[in-house]
C-alpha cells in the first residue's frame, strides 16, 4: 500500500455506509485496523487451511487438477507454483489447482449463512499472486490483512447471493469476488479498476448447482477451484482495461445492507471451524452418534438399528450411493460417515478414504440406517443443522441423543488445542512433522516477524514428499 493511501477505521466505515467503501475497503484496509482477536482468527484460518491442504495434497483429484494446471494453465513470465507441489502453472492456474486441492478435503472452514466455504479459494490465490511477483517483500502483517479482505469480501458476496437469488450456487460463484478482490489489492488497483475485476469475477464465477454434488458426489465439489481461477483471471483482465462493473451483489439495491457494516462486522470471526473432515451438514448426526456411544460405551457389532433424524438437505446428502466407492461419496454422505465413526470411534483422514471403504463393519451399519426428516430442525436451516440420533442395540436397549449440532461455530468453538491437534494430525503424514511444526511456528510469528511471510510461503509450494494418487 502506497504512503499516506487512505485507511478503513476498524470501528466506522470511511465515507459512509453502503456499496461505494467496497473498493475503498479493499485498496484502504491496513493490518492496524485490525483488532487483535481479527488478527488471531486469521491465523486460525491460516493453518487450519493449510493442514486441510496438506490432506487434500495425497489425492487423486489434487493430482488430476494439479497436472492439468502444470500442463494447460501454464504461462510464460507471470507464473506462480502450486501449492504443495513445486511445479509452475500461470497465476490463475496456480489458484485453481490450490483451490481444488483444498477442495478435495472437506475439512475447511465455512460459514452458515453462505451455505459454503470462501478461506479454500482466497488463500491459494494470495499464495499464487505472491508468488508470481505482484507482492514483493510481502510482510506477514500484509499477507494476514490481504487474508481478511479476501474472507471479508467473499463471505458478504455468498450472503447477498444467497438473499438475493433462488438457486443454490456452489462457492465459488462467489468466492471468486474474494480472489477479485485480493488480487486488486496487490496489483495496485485504483477504485475503478477494483469495481470492474469483482464485477467481472462475478460474471465469470461457476454458477454451479450445488444439490447436484449433493446429490450426486463427484469430483466437482464446492466449484472453488474454478472460483479461484475466474477471481484472479478477473484482476488480470481488468489490469488490461477489460471492464465488468458492477457487481450485482455488491451494488444491487436490495443487497446493500449487507455490505453497510464493512470494516464494523467481521464477518471471518463468524467461519466454523470442522472436527471432521466431511460435509458439514452430516456432522451434528455424527455428533449425535458420538456422544451416545461416549455415554454409554457400546461397540459397533452391539448395533441392531440406527435412526437419524434431521434436517431435509442432510437427509437426501449422498443418497444416490448407499456405499461410497471414494472418499467424494463418503465425505458427501450421511450414513457412511455416522457408521465410521461408531466404529473406529472417531473420523479422520483414513476414516473416509482407502480400506475403511470397504470395512465390514462400517458397511454393516450403513444397512442399518434409516434417514427420517425433522420439520422443526428443516425449518433452522441454513442458520442452524441439527440431528437427533436414535440407537437400538441388540439387548434391546433403545438410546436417544439429545438435538446435536456440529461443534466448531462461534458458538461452540473448538478448542485451541483440538484445533493444533487437528491441523498436526492432517499435516504431519504428508509434510513430515518438522515441516509441519515449521509452519505452524511460521503462522504464529507473521504479526511480528518481518521475515516469516517469505519463509512461509516457500514451505507451502515446495513440493512434498508425498505425491496425489494417480489412479
Not at 440407537?391 to 449440532?405: C, E, K, Y
Not at 491437534?421 to 503424514?429: E, F, G, I, Q, S
Amino acid at each position: 500500500m502506497a504512503e499516506g493511501e487512505a485507511r478503513t477505521p476498524s470501528r466506522e466505515p470511511a465515507h459512509g455506509a453502503g456499496f461505494a467503501d467496497v473498493p475503498a475497503f479493499v485498496r484502504g484496509l491496513a493490518f492496524a485496523d485490525l483488532p487483535a482477536d481479527v488478527v488471531a482468527q486469521a491465523q486460525r484460518c491460516l493453518r487450519d487451511l493449510i493442514g486441510v491442504g496438506a490432506a487434500g495434497r495425497t489425492t487423486r483429484l489434487a493430482g488430476i487438477t494439479s497436472a492439468y494446471a502444470a500442463t494447460q494453465l501454464c504461462a510464460r513470465g507471470e507464473d506462480a507454483r502450486i501449492l504443495f507441489d513445486g511445479r509452475r502453472a500461470s497465476v490463475a492456474g496456480a489458484a485453481f489447482a490450490g483451490a481444488a486441492m483444498l477442495d478435495a478435503f472437506d475439512a475447511h472452514d465455512g460459514h452458515p449463512l453462505t451455505k459454503g466455504h470462501a478461506g479454500v479459494a482466497i488463500l491459494p490465490a494470495l499464495l499464487a499472486l505472491i508468488d508470481a511477483g505482484f507482492a514483493p517483500g510481502m510482510e506477514g502483517r500484509e499477507l494476514l490483512t490481504s487474508l481478511v479482505i479476501g474472507y471479508e469480501i467473499a463471505t458478504r458476496a455468498g450472503i447477498a447471493q444467497h438473499a438475493s437469488v433462488a438457486d443454490y450456487h456452489c462457492s465459488g460463484s462467489w468466492n471468486a469476488l474474494g480472489c477479485a478482490a485480493v488480487a486488486s489489492r496487490l496489483v495496485g488497483f485504483d477504485m475503478e479498476r477494483t469495481r470492474h475485476a469483482l464485477g467481472v469475477a462475478e460474471y465469470f464465477g461457476p454458477r454451479g448447482q450445488m444439490l447436484r454434488v449433493t446429490d450426486h458426489p463427484t469430483m466437482l465439489k464446492d466449484g472453488s477451484a474454478w472460483g479461484a481461477h475466474a477471481g484472479v483471471t478477473a484482476a488480470m483482465l481488468a489490469r488490461d482495461g477489460f471492464t465488468g462493473a458492477p457487481s450485482i451483489v455488491i451494488e444491487g439495491d436490495q443487497v446493500r445492507g449487507w455490505w453497510s457494516d464493512l470494516g464494523v462486522r467481521w464477518r471471518i470471526h463468524e467461519q466454523y471451524f470442522k472436527a471432521y473432515p466431511v460435509c458439514r451438514w452430516a456432522q451434528p448426526a455424527v455428533e449425535a452418534a458420538l456422544a451416545l456411544q461416549r455415554e454409554h460405551g457400546f461397540t459397533a457389532d452391539a448395533i441392531a438399528r440406527i435412526d437419524i433424524e434431521t434436517f431435509r438437505e442432510a437427509v437426501t446428502l449422498g443418497a444416490s450411493c448407499a456405499r461410497p466407492r471414494n472418499t467424494e461419496e463418503a465425505q458427501y454422505s450421511i450414513t457412511f460417515p455416522v457408521a465410521a465413526a461408531l466404529v473406529f470411534g472417531t473420523l479422520g483422514a483414513s476414516e473416509v478414504d482407502g480400506p475403511a471403504l470397504d470395512d465390514p463393519r462400517a458397511l454393516r451399519l450403513l444397512s442399518l440406517i434409516s434417514l427420517v426428516e425433522d420439520t422443526d430442525f428443516a425449518r433452522r436451516f441454513p442458520a442452524e443443522r441439527v440431528a437427533r440420533m436414535r440407537i437400538v442395540l441388540r439387548d434391546g436397549r433403545t438410546l436417544v441423543s439429545a438435538p446435536a449440532t456440529a461443534r466448531g461455530n462461534p458458538e461452540n468453538p473448538l478448542a485451541e488445542d483440538e484445533l493444533s491437534a487437528k491441523y498436526r494430525a492432517l499435516a504431519d503424514p504428508v509434510l513430515g512433522p518438522d515441516r509441519a511444526r515449521r509452519v505452524e511456528a511460521l503462522v504464529a510469528a507473521l504479526p511480528h516477524d518481518s521475515k516469516a511471510s517469505a519463509r512461509l510461503v516457500d514451505d507451502l509450494l515446495a513440493a512434498t514428499r508425498n505425491t496425489p494418487q494417480s489412479k
